[in-house]
């Protein structure tokens, strides 16, 4: 089946610009998470929806980056006033079961960010 | 908060030689998960070890969990161009069954083969 898709691949935007990425979990998934991976590093999570509702949204850096899942399917990560420092690959998740540690998330292709 | 490190940052080997990477969490976890991720490429889940001590293999990848479940390594046997990628390895915030779904990865281990 269809792994997890994210729209577009590449986004390149100026500072001080408004983004949304787009992430499609693999259909079925309850979890989604969004995590930033910036050169040379791992991962870093961001938030985790459970269902529609954001049940962790400790990783967000500050209240620029925000994220919603209205229909408990599609999520949409959105960047107020984008800064030079958001560059980075925005990798979205998902996994079968909500909140548990031992559930296998799927990562998706990611969207590459480059503000300008 | 908890902190997974990983050595060796950079590894380059021939083809044909072993490989080993080490992954020491500042907590003990619930489990450790492995990922690959191909350059340009996202992580690929490989493996998830729960129990102290396990031992799990994949064909030429060994990957072992520790007794005190605070550190993790994945081994590979003769190396292949195919195994080329960043290894990370991650693990659950908090303890298990207390809603740990975020993950915390290392930084990775960059692994190049010459062929």
């Known amino acids: 089946g269809a792994g997890v898709s994210q729209t577009p691949s590449n986004k390149v935007t100026e500072k001080g610009k408004y983004v949304e990425l787009r992430c499609d979990p693999i259909s079925g998934h309850t979890a989604l998470y969004w995590y930033r991976q910036s050169l040379g590093q791992g991962p870093e999570f961001l938030i985790y929806f459970q269902g529609t509702g954001a049940a962790d949204d400790s990783g967000l850096p500050n209240d620029r980056f925000f994220a919603v899942r209205p229909e408990g399917s599609v999520s949409t990560l959105k960047i107020q006033r984008t800064e030079r420092g958001d560059s980075a690959v925005y990798l979205c998740?998902?996994?079968?079961?909500?909140?548990?540690?031992?559930?296998?998330?799927?990562f998706g292709p990611g969207t590459r960010l480059t503000v300008l | 908060g908890q902190q997974v490190m990983q050595i060796p940052q950079y590894q380059h080997v021939q083809e044909g030689e072993d490989f080993t990477t080490y992954c020491n969490s500042s907590?003990?976890?619930?489990?450790i998960q492995w990922y690959k991720q191909r350059p340009g490429g996202h992580p690929v889940f490989l493996i998830q070890l729960v129990k102290s001590g396990e031992v799990k293999k994949q064909k030429r990848l060994t990957f072992q969990f520790g007794e005190a479940k605070k550190n993790s390594s994945l081994h590979i046997t003769a190396t292949q161009t195919t195994d080329v990628g960043t290894y990370f390895c991650?693990?659950?915030?908090?303890?298990?069954?207390?809603?740990?779904?975020?993950?915390?990865f290392g930084k990775g281990t960059k692994l190049s083969v010459i062929p």
């Open positions: 907590t003990t976890l619930s489990n």
């Open positions: 998740a998902s996994s079968l079961l909500a909140g548990t540690s031992t559930d296998t998330q799927y």
């Open positions: 991650a693990g659950p915030e908090g303890d298990s069954g207390a809603g740990s779904y975020q993950l915390t």
